[in-house]
């Protein structure tokens, strides 16, 4: 057991109690769990107006000693990483914490036998391997700093994420197996890389076998690269000490605007947060098998596949697969097959698998389960009771873990038998978290049930830092609205017990098969079809994604096959942004409701989506107001 990991009700409110009178001392107690090349001068600063916050500071650390290093000795047999392959007919692969280790130490020679130092960012598209992993960790061994790109992003989406990262070196495999279809990466990565001259190095890792062109000079084998490797010399290489506050990577996420922010996290306090977060909402104990089933593409891989898991020398196994392939029981399938204790997914995984019924699950021994989890979007009680029941045979506590790509990690959920759980709601923040709820005047709203806006009263190790090349822009998103707190961007409400329901986004952003998509870049993708005028985005509730993707589009004169039109607009967002963001519902309309300032009514369009084609409330100040009637009229 962690001795930071609290074990019962009353450990939490203890816990709770000592971080809200002495926060840097609480932090500080955490803190001391990890390996410092040298001890922090101060355990935190904040200015909440200029959106600065340090953690540990003056500090000095590699990140990569925390998560293998310091498990040599103890556990360097044990396996740190499992993976599944998508064919459930291929190996699956076991890493130990000392082949793990290896094969990072080996792959940080190799990133600076290529020139890579500290302070560069290394952009990775690889998919689900272990070498995206090893990746990640030989960008942090040597300081540099990693920005994943979500392997269903277009060649469009990496452009633009390599050139915001100002990025010369990546790395990528030359395809990737997902359910029954095989991706081209590297061919993807060509096209992105045409506009991107700046990047001189691309190394990449052969997986799928599918033919690739390598551009000479740039294109390198990551197998021919790491022959110039020598082991002995790899392995004794210290790995690089970097400050707490030094980036140790950037994930591009979606706002309100149309162009993703690069969320930065730094070192020091990302891994005591991750790890903190890990141990103690999924209760992890020795031995136990951790089946994350995210894509690393996303924070919730970074932070419980690879950083919280590795840092407190757990098993983590990672799936290159899809839910529903061969068949809808793949999930149960590799819970049987690797005995997994603690399995955490999407609430939309969770819906579509329930579709399916109880079938899949048949024959599969889900004995070994002990915690499931959740996370990504509000998970309806529907979807909760089915996991909660056929899932976990009403044995296992459910997680609802309710976090951000800005929080760096899991701000509140229930603590797996610690603290209670109530379905679909996130229930209790951790230690260390204060969170509020205010109305629009920044006052807080403390009646139960009422809504109000989800914001953080204090800073905490994980928090963002910076977007990436423009800290005015994290500094307007998330510390302007409310002076003094940190907005997430999210409603929320409490209830007589002081537990939190999350009611989810109330900016324009959506949240897709727990997908995140501002409206805006999804607009702006549909607007570069020649044939559109001009286009609004909306959400609207989807059975499967949790919210589905409803256009508005206005079309120039004379089309001729509305039909063809729809295909060519969701292949346009697919170029722009990626498939998994393809409209849902297209509506053509002669026309959008605006003010008279030319604002769009997006509520009416909402509500429209929705089903509700009645009461529209006050459209009086509308230029048009018979468009709304039109719209309604014809919706899809
Ligand atoms: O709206 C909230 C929703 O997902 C958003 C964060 O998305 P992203 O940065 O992509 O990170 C997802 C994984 C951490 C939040 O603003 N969200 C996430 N978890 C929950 C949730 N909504 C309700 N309940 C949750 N458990």
């Not at 029981?329 to 690797?338: A, K, S, T």
Request: net charge negative; with cysteine; hydrophobic share 40%.
């Amino acid at each position: 057991m962690l001795p930071y990991q609290m074990r019962t009700f009353d450990g939490y409110l203890d816990a709770y109690r000592r971080s809200m009178e002495d926060p840097d001392a609480f932090w500080a107690d955490v803190a001391g769990h990890f390996n410092w090349h040298r001890k922090w001068d101060f355990v935190s600063r904040s200015d909440f107006d200029n959106a600065q916050f340090s953690w540990f500071g003056g500090a000095m650390l590699n990140i990569t000693e925390n998560c293998l290093d310091r498990h040599l000795e103890d556990k360097g047999n044990d396996i740190a990483l499992c993976w599944e392959p998508n064919d459930p007919a291929k190996a699956v692969r076991k890493l130990s914490y000392r082949e793990l280790h290896r094969e990072v130490c080996r792959a940080a020679e190799m990133l600076r036998w290529q020139g890579i130092c500290k302070g560069d960012r290394v952009c990775i598209y690889m998919g689900m391997v272990p070498e995206l992993v090893i990746a990640m960790l030989a960008c942090a061994r040597i300081g540099a700093i990693h920005s994943v790109i979500f392997g269903g992003f277009s060649a469009q989406s990496i452009a633009d994420r390599v050139e915001d990262a100002g990025a010369r070196h990546l790395i990528c495999c030359d395809g990737a197996f997902r359910g029954a279809k095989e991706i081209a990466l590297k061919d993807i990565v060509d096209d992105a890389l045409v506009r991107c001259p700046a990047v001189a190095n691309v190394i990449v890792f052969r997986h799928t076998g599918c033919p690739v062109r390598m551009l000479e000079g740039r294109d390198h084998w990551w197998h021919e690269v790491m022959l110039n490797v020598d082991d002995q010399e790899a392995l004794q290489h210290p790995a690089e000490s970097v400050d707490s506050e030094d980036p140790l990577f950037i994930l591009y996420t979606s706002g309100s605007t149309g162009k993703p922010k690069g969320v930065v996290h730094t070192c020091g306090g990302y891994m005591v947060y991750t790890a903190y977060s890990f141990a103690n909402v999924f209760q992890y104990q020795p031995g136990q098998i951790h089946f994350c089933t995210a894509d690393i593409g996303w924070v919730t891989g970074h932070s419980y596949i690879v950083y919280g898991p590795l840092c407190i020398g757990a098993t983590s196994l990672m799936f290159e697969g899809v839910p529903t392939w061969p068949d809808a029981g793949r999930f149960w399938h590799v819970v049987d097959r690797h005995r997994v204790d603690i399995l955490y997914t999407a609430p939309t995984a969770i819906r579509s698998l329930m579709s399916f019924g109880e079938g899949p699950l048949e024959g599969k021994d889900l004995s070994s389960l002990k915690v499931i989890g959740s996370v990504g979007e509000p998970i309806n009680e529907e979807a909760w009771q089915w996991y909660h029941d056929q899932v976990g045979k009403g044995r296992c506590p459910v997680v609802d873990t309710w976090w951000q790509t800005e929080t760096g990690g899991i701000l509140i959920s229930t603590l797996a038998g610690v603290t209670p759980q109530k379905p679909s709601f996130a229930t209790l923040p951790l230690p260390g978290i204060f969170p509020v709820l205010l109305n629009e005047r920044g006052q807080e709203v403390t009646a139960l049930h009422e809504n109000g806006y989800l914001c953080m009263a204090a800073s905490w190790p994980g928090i963002i830092r910076t977007t990436y090349g423009n800290h005015e822009r994290c500094r307007a998103a998330y510390f302007n609205q409310f002076p003094g707190y940190y907005f997430t961007g999210d409603g929320a409400y409490r209830d007589e017990n002081g537990y939190y329901r999350i009611t989810g986004r109330i900016d324009d952003v959506l949240n897709v098969s727990g997908h995140r998509l501002g409206t805006a870049e999804i607009e702006n993708a549909i607007n570069e079809h020649p044939e559109i005028v001009e286009s609004a985005v909306v959400g609207f509730p989807h059975d499967i994604k949790g919210q589905g993707i409803y256009a508005y589009v206005v079309h120039t004169p004379d089309i001729a096959q509305p039909d063809a039109l729809r295909n060519e607009i969701n292949e346009t967002i697919a170029r722009f942004i990626g498939p998994f963001a393809r409209a849902d519902k297209i509506q053509f309309v002669s026309g959008l409701p605006k003010t008279r300032s030319g604002k769009i009514m997006r509520r009416i369009l909402r509500k429209i989506a929705e089903g509700e084609t009645q009461q529209m409330g006050d459209v009086t100040t509308l230029l048009d107001p018979g468009v709304v009637e039109e719209i309604a009229l014809n919706r899809l």
